[in-house]
């Protein structure tokens, strides 16, 4: 069964930075597209960033282009999501997921989720 770990959530102040780490195992030998989304309690989930398969070409979401980015390291099978300038807004649940066959931006596009890790920034 293939298995996603998100880590790296926290407090942090707005302004400041945090890297999240997402951990794939399980029966695949590789990763397909990866993508992170985010929910706010009582939100519906949105699309933070997504990478391709050879991690040649990359997607944000609006409210996050220009201050996150997306990377992987398929050796280690690891999705790395570095937020920097981070906002109140930005607050929420962030999961990893991997994607179907091709890279998209709605939930429905993905096969595999992990668990989640917050993500606080305070004012």
């Known amino acids: 069964q293939v298995q996603l770990v998100e880590t790296g959530g926290g407090v942090v102040e707005a302004g400041g930075s945090l890297r999240l780490s997402c951990v794939v195992s399980?029966?695949?030998?590789?990763?397909?597209?990866m993508g992170w989304f985010r929910q706010p309690p009582g939100k519906e989930r949105e699309f933070v960033a997504g990478?391709?398969?050879?991690?040649?070409?990359?997607l944000y979401g609006d409210s996050v282009k220009g201050r996150f980015t997306i990377s992987r390291d398929d050796p280690k099978k690891t999705v790395y999501l570095q937020m920097d300038n981070l906002k109140p807004e930005d607050t929420a649940t962030y999961y990893c997921?991997?994607?179907?066959?091709?890279?998209?931006?709605?939930?429905?596009?993905?096969?595999?989720w992990g668990q989640g890790t917050q993500v606080t920034v305070s004012l």
């Open positions: 990478i391709t398969w050879a991690g040649e070409r990359t």
């Open positions: 399980g029966r695949k030998a590789t990763m397909y597209a």
């Open positions: 997921a991997e994607a179907k066959w091709d890279l998209g931006t709605n939930p429905d596009d993905f096969d595999y």
